[in-house]
T-cell receptor
Framework: AQTVTQSQPEMSVQEAETVTLSCTYD???????LFWYKQPPSRQMILVIR??????QNATENRFSVNFQKAAKSFSLKISDSQLGDAAMYFC?????????FGKGTRLSVIA | DTGVSQDPRHKITKRGQNVTFRCDPI?????LYWYRQTLGQGPEFLTY????????KSRLLSDRFSAERPKGSFSTLEIQRTEQGDSAMYLC???????????FGPGTRLTVT
């Protein structure tokens, strides 16, 4: 079975600082898609960023960027200039024409 | 475009009762997914549809669970003879194709007493 591992159950960051959330995954496929989703407390899951495995360039969305290391099967999320609204559970997920496989999540706290 | 909607948002039921949840996907999306999320965990896949065809079911989906998407639009998830272990958040998501991003609804929180 394919697995996605998030080794940091909890992280904290000072407001305006930068934080990196880690994710590793297991796959035998060469073409797939990776995602980071954000789930604020008692609110619905929203997509933060997406990376296609065939693209070497790391995806960026405003303050959010990824470091995709295909050989190492690593997909970390960097949040720059952290804001109070970034506090949430963050889930790493993978798919390839299949349902998403999620990690267990990292709870991010932002300290004012 | 109003996004993915789910109804009800909360359901409290007694053990042994049947419950049914509804999901309305984004209108142009042909794929619809059901996931289950327990406290402190990531969502786990249950089943998914492409149009009206149910393409895959997880081993998590016991015989007490059934899902339909009769006209390729909305979907229902029914749980028969509920057990306390069924207590969870049931999430619905939709996408256009298999490589498209999945958009999630707000979920239905089920509590079995």
């Amino acid at each position: 079975a394919q697995t996605v591992t998030q080794s940091q159950p909890e992280m904290s960051v000072q407001e305006a600082e930068t934080v990196t959330l880690s994710c590793t995954y297991d796959t035998s496929e060469s073409d797939y898609y990776l995602f980071w989703y954000k789930q604020p407390p008692s609110r619905q899951m929203i997509l933060v960023i997406r990376q296609e495995a065939y693209k070497q360039q790391n995806a960026t969305e405003n303050r959010f960027s990824v470091n995709f290391q295909k050989a190492a099967k690593s997909f970390s999320l960097k949040i720059s200039d952290s804001q109070l609204g970034d506090a949430a559970m963050y889930f790493c997920a993978k798919c390839r024409d299949t349902p998403l496989v999620f990690g267990k999540g990292t709870r991010l706290s932002v300290i004012a | 475009d109003t996004g993915v909607s789910q109804d009800p948002r909360h359901k409290i039921t007694k053990r042994g009762q049947n419950v049914t949840f509804r999901c309305d996907p984004i209108s142009e999306h042909n794929r619809l997914y059901w996931y289950r999320q327990t406290l402190g965990q990531g969502p786990e896949f249950l089943t998914y549809f492409q149009n009206e065809a149910q393409l895959e079911k997880s081993r998590l989906l016991s015989d007490r669970f059934s899902a339909e998407r009769p006209k390729g639009s909305f979907s229902t998830l029914e749980i028969q003879r509920t057990e306390q272990g069924d207590s969870a958040m049931y999430l619905c998501a939709s996408s256009f194709g298999g490589q498209g991003e999945q958009y999630f609804g707000p979920g239905t929180r089920l509590t079995v007493t």
